[in-house]
């Protein structure tokens, strides 16, 4: 179970890297959602499947 829980930390990792790309790429002049929709629903989508990664991995319950 403690190589389960290490992939999810990657993968929790990864998302939170695209997240941070995302980031970079809202148009800070205009936060309108029409300017913004791709990075918008880029950094929503990253962020929650990074949350639902963390929330799976504490989930995992180790064998004894």
Request: no cysteine; charged share 15%; aromatic share 18%.
């Amino acid at each position: 179970m403690k190589t389960a829980k290490k992939v999810f930390n990657i993968f929790s990792i990864i998302f939170v890297l695209i997240f941070i790309f995302w980031l970079t790429q809202i148009n800070y002049s205009d936060f309108s959602f029409k300017e913004n929709t791709s990075a918008y629903l880029g950094l929503l989508s990253s962020f929650m499947m990074a949350f639902a990664l963390q929330m799976i991995k504490g989930g995992i319950k180790e064998k004894k």
